[in-house]
């Protein structure tokens, strides 16, 4: 029988192969070849040209803790996983050398012995009783592809075998067999026969296990347990008599071995993080093996949260989830689709990474850097009522209006005309190179921009937005998330103050959980686009970020489909499977203002339009020293300042956080941290404001 190139032989040992002229042949050429004298010997076992010995073996992608996420077949649709000699069970090497090779540590190759008795024995009997093969000889056999039923093969495989002895240790000659080693089908070595047969590592096997893995090789395609439990389990029986008669085992463990059945199935391999495995191999095709910072354990509990979460929904939602670490960057799950297959659902499509609308997710951005400009504070008083931005009329979602709010509740509660009076506030550029900033790649219908973006207006992955709720969970810092184990991220840069990224998180800390769902204080976010097209919920807590989104792949709407009912759930429900109990969020900083509204600076209890806080006045407010880009000197007690025009009382902002407040002199001192840049802003008492950047030495 033949596959792939390579033939294979139904009962290698057994059945009548070799006629008794041919045993004897083959000896008497053996006898010949020694008689030649040990030089001649030598140099002719030297001369012999070995077959390639390095072994194209099966490219694998690994977790954090080394165990197989996934494999893919050698180019001719084999597996062959890589399997040094320590990584396999002792009882199954003692095995092996029991039946096989009891001398394999004491020959050169061929055992002159071994091959005589397997005369004697052929002899008396008629047929071959047992085999001459050494473990070095079926190693040069596999590596030629070649067969055994030929004198000429045979004396070749004796030669081969020799000339293997002198340029490789026995270990080496072992891993190859390990390798090597035919378990039918399109299994090929220890590892994946064990993977596929018993579905695990071969590590710790069972005295049943390593005994069915001896005996399959003889004979790969008739002993294959699941298509011959009857012929693999009596060969199995037979390994195990050997094995006890050897003093490998004793007798009463080979007879509870006998009663253990041989597994009926060949087990699917592991094909977890199945998307990831994909972009991290063709990242580096050249790798054999790759080490992802993912948790194994933890991709399979949410992939099987996925495929629950679309269960009953239809044959067309799909799901995707992304869990990392936020103070390293490390991702730890990364659950592309709901299954990885071709269907309705079009579960190949990687979905943490397509781009989709992300709806209000934005949102928390947007407030983040209006609290780090000093335009506003959680408890700052704002407008939900009909506006019109230039000829852009933005709606809530709910086409109601709740008139002046807290921004700490427009956030909790979504408001939509609050966001874009921020946006226009800030302009869309300061939005658009924050996004940048964090590492996301943003994507702008027809390139562009506009006040719109902080509604869901925009491409972005769910990558992307992870990584950016990270950088609010990490206190403001940026950096890219990562996948490979060891790979060095870049420096995080700081995208806003520690203290615009508490507030916020403190602000999504307080949202109500979904119904059923833990009362707790994970801070997250939900979103819907427009048409319902993409569902959105990204959460964390002090340690984690977890995003998951839902839709239909082709981008098509979802009728009734809100973040809030159909991602947060799941959103809960990750973390859930995630740890037993959240980290806990960290503490204010302590350049927090924690006061109510009432006790806000005056510039900062109602939020004035852009017209208003930024229109340009012949008393208007400025900033009059330090100059705009100046380096200062920081003296002991602080940075001298100075402001020209405006109104008195004066509040004096360092990164968006109060340091003076009600001051009526145009002169003051700030108490500063330290060195390195700083953004100092001044507000008067109408709400103009003036702002400069500087560093301090």
Not at 268 to 295: C, I, K, N
Request: proline share 7%; aromatic share 6%; glycine share 10%.
């Amino acid at each position: 029988m033949t596959r792939g190139g390579r033939k294979f032989f139904a009962e290698e040992f057994s059945a009548p192969r070799f006629p008794r002229a041919g045993w004897v042949l083959a000896l008497a050429a053996c006898l010949w070849l020694g008689a030649l004298g040990r030089d001649r010997f030598d140099a002719f076992i030297d001369a012999t040209v070995l077959p390639p010995l390095a072994v194209e073996m099966s490219v694998e992608v690994l977790d954090r803790d080394g165990d197989l996420l996934r494999a893919y077949t050698v180019a001719d649709g084999r597996w062959r996983l890589a399997l040094p000699p320590d990584r396999v069970d002792p009882l199954y090497l003692r095995m092996l050398v029991a039946y096989e090779d009891r001398r394999f540590r004491d020959h050169g190759g061929v055992d002159m012995r071994s091959m005589a008795r397997a005369v004697v024995q052929a002899a008396r009997n008629g047929r071959v009783v047992s085999g001459g093969s050494t473990l070095t000889m079926q190693v040069a056999r596999l590596l030629e592809e070649g067969t055994t039923g030929k004198v000429a093969g045979k004396l070749r495989q004796m030669r081969v075998a020799l000339a293997l002895e002198r340029r490789l240790s026995k270990d080496q000659i072992l891993q190859l067999y390990l390798h090597l080693a035919p378990f039918g089908g399109n299994l090929e070595g220890v590892r994946a026969a064990s993977i596929s047969y018993f579905g695990k590592e071969p590590a710790r096997l069972t005295p049943a296990e390593a005994a069915l893995l001896v005996a399959i090789p003889q004979a790969p395609e008739s002993r294959r347990p699941d298509r011959a439990a009857d012929r693999a389990e009596a060969a199995r029986n037979r390994v195990l008599a050997r094995a006890v008669a050897a003093g490998v085992l004793d007798p009463e463990t080979a007879e509870a071995a006998r009663r253990e059945a041989v597994p009926g199935l060949r087990q699917p391999f592991p094909a977890l993080a199945a998307h990831l495995a994909d972009r991290v191999r063709a990242e580096r095709p050249q790798d054999g093996q790759h080490r992802l910072t993912l948790d194994g354990d933890l991709q399979r509990r949410l992939e099987a949260l996925a495929a629950e979460a679309v269960a009953g929904r239809g044959e067309a939602l799909q799901v995707a989830i992304l869990v990392a670490d936020h103070a390293s960057g490390e991702i730890q799950a990364s659950v592309g689709s709901a299954g990885y297959q071709a269907d309705l659902r079009q579960g190949f499509v990687d979905m943490t990474q397509a781009l989709r609308s992300p709806g209000s997710t934005l949102k928390p951005l947007v407030y983040a850097l209006a609290f780090d400009e000093g335009l506003a504070h959680p408890e700052t008083m704002i407008e939900d009522r009909p506006m019109r931005f230039g000829t852009y009329a933005p709606q809530n979602f709910d086409r109601l209006y709740l008139g002046t709010i807290r921004m700490r509740e427009a956030l909790q509660l979504s408001r939509n005309i609050p966001v874009v009076e921020l946006t226009e506030a800030l302009g869309p550029a300061k939005l658009i190179s924050a996004m940048e900033k964090a590492g996301m790649k943003p994507v702008f219908p027809g390139d562009q921009p506009g006040l719109a973006i902080a509604l869901g207006g925009v491409g972005v992955t769910l990558q992307d937005m992870v990584q950016l709720y990270a950088a609010l969970a990490r206190g403001g810092v940026a950096r890219p998330l990562t996948w490979r184990l060891g790979a060095e991220g870049a420096e995080g840069q700081r995208l806003v103050s520690s203290v615009a990224a508490w507030q916020v998180g403190d602000i999504l800390a307080g949202l109500a959980p979904p119904p059923g769902a833990p009362a707790n204080r994970l801070a997250y976010k939900t979103g819907t686009s427009y048409g319902h097209r993409d569902a959105w919920a990204i959460g964390y807590d002090g340690r984690h970020v977890v995003g998951v989104w839902m839709g239909r792949a082709d981008g098509t709407p979802v009728p009734g489909a809100f973040g809030a009912d159909v991602a947060a759930p799941v959103l809960f429900q990750a973390f859930n499977r995630l740890k037993r109990k959240l980290d806990p969020q960290p503490p204010a900083p302590p350049a927090t203002l924690l006061v109510a509204n009432a006790a806000l600076p005056q510039p900062l209890q109602r939020f004035r339009s852009r017209a208003a806080a930024f229109a340009e006045a012949a008393d208007a407010p400025a900033v009059a020293f330090p100059p705009d880009g100046a380096e200062v000197e920081l003296l002991a007690a602080g940075l001298k300042v100075k402001v020209a025009g405006g109104t008195a009382p004066f509040t004096w902002l360092a990164d968006g956080v109060p340091v003076v407040v009600g001051s009526e002199a145009r002169e003051a001192m700030l108490a500063m941290p330290g060195a390195g840049f700083v953004t100092l802003s001044v507000i008067d008492a109408e709400g103009r404001s003036d702002r400069v950047q500087v560093r301090l030495r």
